[in-house]
């Protein structure tokens, strides 16, 4: 079982930035990707960003330009550093990561963390 431990949310005005960090821990062999996605309220939860093992790096269009996202392989970490933040970035934030447990294919996981909430409003 794979758990993982999101920070950073919090109100900013417009113009400001955050960042968010998510820790993945538990029964990790190898992370594929890790990902940060997004539910505003009364709307469907969308990909923000997204890297993979490769180091490849994908954005949502409303983001890119503006938002960043990193990791730490050593501390299966992932960053989401978030500038010029406007209101249509309110949402709350879920971070992503998927991979193995073991060597098997079949110990695959697909983990999702909690939430945290970001209100961009002046």
């Known amino acids: 079982q794979v758990q993982l431990a999101e920070s950073g949310g919090g109100l900013v005005q417009p113009g400001g930035s955050l960042r968010l960090s998510c820790t993945a821990s538990?029964?990790?062999?190898?992370?594929?990707?890790m990902g940060w996605y997004r539910q505003a309220p009364g709307k469907e939860r969308e990909l923000v960003a997204l890297t993979n093992s490769g180091g490849s790096r994908d954005y949502s269009n409303s983001v890119k330009g503006r938002f960043t996202i990193s990791r730490e392989n050593a501390r299966n970490t992932v960053y989401l550093q978030m500038d010029s933040l406007q209101p249509e970035d309110t949402a709350v934030y879920y971070c992503?990561?998927?991979?193995?447990?073991?060597?098997?294919?079949?110990?695959?996981?697909?983990?999702w963390g909690q939430g945290t909430q970001v209100l961009v409003s002046s």
């Open positions: 538990g029964s990790i062999f190898t992370i594929v990707s």
């Open positions: 992503n990561v998927r991979g193995y447990s073991t060597s098997s294919t079949y110990s695959v996981f697909d983990s």
